[in-house]
């Protein structure tokens, strides 16, 4: 039973499925959104960043020149060269670091572009919406002009009096509101996808909805590749920590030369960091305890949202079925209007029985956009 009423509703949509279409709307907003650029830019800007002073420290030359006294001891000059070596930079380790931040500047740009691309389709989801209901009542505001034609054709002949007549006119004018109001808004819609388009033009005259039903990596796996790069980070935060620990060698040459005598040699220090790198593996360790609770609770919260919005879709779907059915069993429309261009049902009797039909044909409208408003949401979650 549910299958039938499924390709009820497909057989109610008018116009064709052009899901191609919707697919390259949401590739020309990626390349061209402003926001997006901006993102990307920042992104490779932050891993300029994370890939600075991965080199060992500068090397330090020095060079003294002294006078000697009694004048007749001459002069003597040192030169030194030295280089610092520290065991973070030697293993490693800061690359690392630094290539594990290169992957959660990734992660935020992947989010930053599914927070646009599913703002793009509810816009286009509504936008198609808009194009049903306004090609809906400008059928019915040539229906409407029509019964008015016959009213006052009636009204003319002496067969209805002026109440009756008003009937039409008052159906027309509603129409007509209904109409500019869903013209504002779907030109609204079109101009906030221009604006995500990056000013490119958008023209979308569908009236099938066609959204992508998967898109492969949705929120949810964004989000666990994020909480798994932030618990790589702090692993590694855990490492450098530790590595502080180490004593820094420090390696050169060095040379003392005087008018009589000369001496040249290595040198070879050692900076222990006895002070200086106190708490810092607690702070470091209790950073990745918590990186690993938030990433256990993000994941745990996602998982139900996801099986949340699924049942939700599902009983929309239902329940828009359910409409769809509901209309081609319970519409009367063509034998009203037979009836009324016979003259056997007066236009106030014709504008309540049609009015109910226009509602229930707009309930359908309604509950098939959130349906697809909740497809949407479930295929940008997975």
């Known amino acids: 039973m549910k299958k039938i009423l499924f390709w009820t509703v497909l057989v109610l949509l008018p116009g064709k499925m052009q899901a191609e279409d919707f697919a390259t709307l949401l590739q020309q907003i990626e390349q061209h959104n402003p926001t997006l650029r901006a993102v990307r830019d920042g992104v490779e800007a932050e891993k300029l960043e994370n890939h600075t002073g991965l080199t060992l420290a500068d090397p330090e030359v020095e060079f003294s020149h002294f006078w000697g006294r009694p004048a007749g001891v001459g002069v ?50 509504e936008v198609v919406y808009l194009n049903r209901c306004i090609t809906e009542h400008r059928q019915q505001q040539q229906e409407m002009q029509h019964a008015l034609k016959l009213s006052e054709k009636a009204y003319a002949e002496g067969r209805i009096t002026r109440l009756e007549l008003n009937t039409p006119r008052l159906a027309l004018a ?41 898109l492969g990596r949705g929120f949810l796996a964004v989000s666990r590749q994020r909480e798994e790069a932030e618990q790589r980070v702090a692993e590694q935060e855990v490492r450098m920590a530790r590595s502080a620990a180490v004593p820094q060698l420090t390696a050169g040459y060095a040379s003392e030369m ?49 099986e949340a919005k699924k049942a939700r879709a599902e009983r929309l779907r239902t329940y828009a079925a359910t409409l769809a059915g509901q209309l081609t ?54």
């Open 174 to 214: 509603e129409v007509h509101a209904s109409l500019c109001e869903e013209e504002m808004l779907r030109e609204q819609a079109l101009l906030r996808l221009r604006y995500l388009n990056g000013e490119q033009e958008v023209t979308l005259q569908d009236t099938a909805y066609s959204v992508p039903k998967s």
């Open 329 to 382: 069993s319970l519409s009367s429309k063509e034998i009203l209007h037979a009836a009324f261009q016979r003259g056997d049902v007066s236009a106030l009797d014709y504008y309540v029985e049609i009015k109910s039909d226009y509602e229930l044909r707009q309930k359908f409208f309604e509950a098939e956009r959130d349906w697809q408003l909740a497809e949407v949401e479930l295929a940008f979650s997975s």
């Open 76 to 125: 003597r000059n040192d030169v030194s060269v030295s280089q610092t070596l520290d065991y973070a930079t030697l293993s490693g380790m800061k690359r690392r670091m630094a290539r594990s931040r290169d992957e959660l500047a990734e992660v935020g740009y992947e989010e930053r572009r599914l927070q646009v691309l599913l703002e793009a389709s509810q816009l286009m989801v």
């Open 258 to 306: 005087t008018q009589e005598e000369k001496f040249h040699g290595f040198t070879l220090g050692m900076n222990v960091p006895l002070w200086s790198n106190r708490r810092n593996v607690k702070r470091a360790k209790a950073q990745l305890a918590a990186a690993r609770s938030e990433q256990q609770d993000a994941l745990l919260r996602l998982k139900y949202e996801y």
